[in-house]
C-alpha cells in the first residue's frame, strides 16, 4: 500500500495529532518550528500570501501555480526530489493536501545503506523550502541531486550530534546536581536563555532541563537568523523548552528565565505585535501540561543555559542554500 493509503482515505482531512505528526518527529526544533508553519498554512507561498490580499505568482522553477502541496509535491522540481530519495515509499502524487502527507509521512523509511534511523523526509521538506527561496531571492538554482545530498548530510550530522551529546548531557547533569537548582524547587525545570547579536540578527538558543524523573535530561541548542530583537530570541528560548518538554512526554514543568519582562508577559498571558506567533504556541502547547509554571531566575542562576546559548550563537554557521 502506498503513503497515499486507499483513495478513500484521501478524500478525508485527517485529524493531524500535533504530538504524533510534528512535536514527536525526531528532527531538529527549527524543522519541527517550520513544519507548524507548514501545517497551518503560515509560509509565504503565493496562494497563502493571496488570501491576505496580496497579489498571485506563479512558481519561479516551472510557472505553475504556486502552493504549499506544489511546492513540497507536485512541481516537477520537487518530484524529481522524491524519486531520487532512498525511501522505502514515497509521497503520492495525487495527495489533496499537506495534511495528509504529514500524516502519513512516517511510512516513509530510509533505505540501508544511507545509515539514518531518523525520518529523511522533514529534511527534504525544509531544502526544497530553501532552494526554492534561493531561486526566487538570490536567482541561484540547485538540480535535485543537490538538494536530496544536502537534506541527507543534515540529516546524519544532526544525528551524529544527538548521539555525540548523550555524554555532555551527563557531564551537565553531575554539575546541575550540585547547586544549580534553587533549594526551593522541585520536579522537572528547564533553565532559559538567548545570546543575541543586533548586527546580524542572529541569536543563540539555549535550554537546559533537570528532574528526578529525566535520567538522561534533554538539551536545547540552536541557532536562528533573522531575530529583530533580543526579547524574541527569549521567547524562542521558551517555546523550544515547551516544544521539547512536549514531545517528551513531561506533564510538569517549570520554565526559568533571566528576562523578567517575558516572564511577566507569560504570567498574564499578554503578547506584543512582534512575538504574537511565538507567544501563541507556547500559550496552545501549554495546555498539553498537567501542570506548567514560568519564572524569573536572576542571571547568576542561569549561568548554565547562558553558556550553551552564547555557545550556540558563536557557532553560527550559515549554510550554503541560506537559511
Same mark, same amino acid.
Given at each position: ?9 484521501? #478524500? #478525508? ?44 505568482? +506563479? ?10 502541496? $506544489? ?21 503520492? #502524487? ?15 523509511? %530510509? ?35 543537490? %538538494? ?14 544527538? %548521539?555525540?551529546?548523550?555524554?555532555t548531557q551527563q ?6 546536581? $550540585? ?66 518538554? +512536549? ?12 528576562? #523578567? ?22 500559550y496552545h502547547l ?14 547568576l542562576e542561569n ?21
Open positions: 500500500m502506498a503513503i497515499a493509503e486507499k483513495h478513500e482515505a484521501q #478524500q #478525508q482531512t485527517p485529524n493531524l495529532d500535533w504530538m504524533k505528526h510534528i512535536w514527536s518527529v525526531k528532527t531538529s526544533p527549527k524543522i519541527k518550528d517550520f513544519l507548524w508553519k507548514v501545517a497551518n498554512k503560515a509560509i509565504p507561498v503565493s496562494a497563502n500570501l493571496e488570501r491576505r490580499g496580496l497579489p498571485a505568482f +506563479a512558481c519561479k522553477k516551472c510557472g505553475g501555480v504556486e502552493d504549499d502541496l $506544489h511546492v513540497f509535491l507536485l512541481c516537477p522540481f520537487a518530484r524529481n526530489v522524491w524519486e531520487l530519495a532512498p525511501l522505502m515509499e514515497g509521497p503520492e #502524487q495525487t495527495l489533496p493536501a499537506l495534511d495528509i502527507f504529514l500524516y502519513l509521512a512516517n511510512k516513509m523509511i %530510509v533505505l540501508p545503506p544511507v545509515g539514518l534511523y531518523i525520518p529523511l523526509w522533514p529534511w527534504i521538506l525544509w531544502h526544497l523550502w530553501k532552494a526554492r527561496n534561493k531561486l526566487i531571492f538570490d536567482n541561484r538554482s540547485f538540480t535535485g541531486e543537490e %538538494v536530496l545530498l544536502k537534506a541527507i548530510k543534515d540529516a546524519k550530522e544532526w544525528q551524529s550530534a544527538q %548521539v555525540e551529546g548523550v555524554a557531564q551537565l547533569t553531575q554539575r546541575r546536581n $550540585h547547586s544549580m537548582i534553587p533549594q526551593h524547587l522541585t520536579g522537572n525545570i528547564c533553565h532559559v536563555d538567548a545570546a543575541w547579536r543586533q548586527e546580524t540578527e542572529t541569536c543563540g538558543i539555549g535550554g537546559v532541563f533537570s528532574g528526578p524523573n529525566l535520567p538522561s535530561p534533554p538539551i536545547i541548542s540552536y541557532s536562528r537568523r533573522f531575530i529583530t530583537s533580543a526579547l524574541m530570541a527569549e521567547a524562542l528560548a521558551v517555546r523550544s523548552a515547551v516544544m521539547l518538554a +512536549a514531545s517528551s512526554n513531561i506533564q510538569s514543568l517549570t520554565i526559568l528565565s533571566d528576562s #523578567q519582562v517575558l516572564i511577566s508577559l507569560l504570567k498574564t498571558k499578554d503578547s506584543r505585535p512582534a512575538l504574537y506567533g511565538i507567544m501563541s504556541d507556547i501549554s495546555r498539553l501540561f498537567q501542570s506548567i509554571i514560568f519564572r524569573f531566575v536572576p542571571r549561568r548554565e543555559a547562558d553558556h550553551v546559548a552564547k555557545s550556540a550563537l558563536i557557532a553560527t554557521i550559515v549554510p550554503p542554500c541560506g537559511e
